[in-house]
């Protein structure tokens, strides 16, 4: 059983930039996924156990960076030119599967609490 604790969500302006934490109890394939109100929780970031392989959707390529220290079991998200609509719930998540890094909510055994991102316009 792995437990997941995110840290990091906030209020921010339109354009700024937020950096999400996510202590882990053990390693595996992580990602980042968001929910906002009355749509379906999406993936917006994932990357491999070793930390070499990453994978974005078009929706966020070039504005978020997913990454990890393996050494203090941590996975991070940094956002970067938020938008309005990055609004939501922000949940880091893991899977004990092996590769390619997988984009569905159903992939992924572990999850944390989810904290709150919220972007002004």
């Known amino acids: 059983q792995v437990q997941l604790v995110e840290s990091g969500g906030g209020l921010v302006q339109a354009g700024g930039s937020l950096r999400l934490s996510c202590a882990a109890s053990g390693r595996t394939q992580s990602g980042w996924f968001r929910q906002a109100p009355g749509k379906e929780r999406e993936f917006v970031a994932g990357i491999s156990a070793s930390g070499r392989t990453t994978y974005y959707p078009d929706s966020v390529k070039g504005r978020f960076t997913i990454s990890r220290d393996n050494a203090k079991n941590m996975v991070y998200l940094q956002m970067n030119s938020l938008k309005p609509e990055d609004t939501a719930v922000y949940y880091c998540?893991?899977?004990?599967?092996?590769?390619?890094?997988?984009?569905?909510?159903?992939?992924?055994?572990?999850w944390g609490q989810g904290t709150q991102v919220t972007v002004s316009s």
């Open positions: 998540a893991g899977r004990s599967g092996s590769m390619p890094i997988k984009s569905a909510p159903t992939d992924y055994e572990y």
